[in-house]
């Protein structure tokens, strides 16, 4: 299927992004969408969905006005297929790109990007510093509270729920569940 292999696609991660955020923003989205993978039924495509979860944001930090258009460019560089880039490109669907998102996992990538966001915020307000102790009821509390993470767009959230066809607490509670999956594993990368 793809002929990136992690390795490449983690080198072009930090060629691109130097920030611990959006470096513990990738290895989420690429949790995430693994544990989507399985979920859904595309458990032989793990590694394809986790990689596009990986690089999703690849030229976000070091192109935020180029955001999913200098993406092309810059995955090119590990000679990643058109489709690779098309799946990566179409989570900006509406806001910087206009490649609309059409496989279920481009789908799933739209849907979970903005609230990956919002879970990471709120796991960094708790005591516990962690997901695994967070419930469905005190995420959408904070899904409400239109002033916490302001940056992160409900409406996006909403549309990839709707694009889904799930409702608004399948999402939450899916994509909880998917944070909860690699929340070890990630902390263990970071800190190693």
Not at 91 to 120: R, Y
């Amino acid at each position: 299927m793809e002929i990136v292999t992690r390795d490449q696609a983690l080198q072009l991660l930090r060629k691109y992004n130097k920030e611990d955020f959006h470096i513990l923003h990738a290895l989420t989205v690429e949790g995430v969408m693994s544990y989507f993978a399985n979920e859904l039924g595309f458990k032989d495509e793990k590694n394809y969905w986790g990689l596009v979860g990986l690089l999703h944001d690849i030229d976000f930090e070091s192109y935020p006005d180029e955001h999913c258009q200098k993406a092309k460019e810059l995955l090119k560089e590990i000679n990643a297929s058109d489709n690779f880039i098309k799946s990566i490109c179409s989570h900006g669907f509406g806001l910087c790109s206009e490649i609309k998102p059409e496989h279920i996992m481009e789908k799933v990538l739209f849907a979970t990007d903005e609230l990956t966001g919002l879970i990471g915020a709120a796991v960094r307000m708790r005591p516990s510093k962690s997901v695994m102790d967070m419930e469905l009821p005190s995420l959408k509390k904070k899904f409400k509270d239109k002033k916490f993470a302001a940056g992160c767009s409900r409406d996006v959230i909403k549309q990839g729920a709707e694009m889904l066809g799930w409702d608004l607490d399948k999402l939450l509670q899916n994509t909880l569940d998917a944070m909860k999956s690699c929340e070890e594993t990630i902390n263990n990368s970071i800190n190693n």
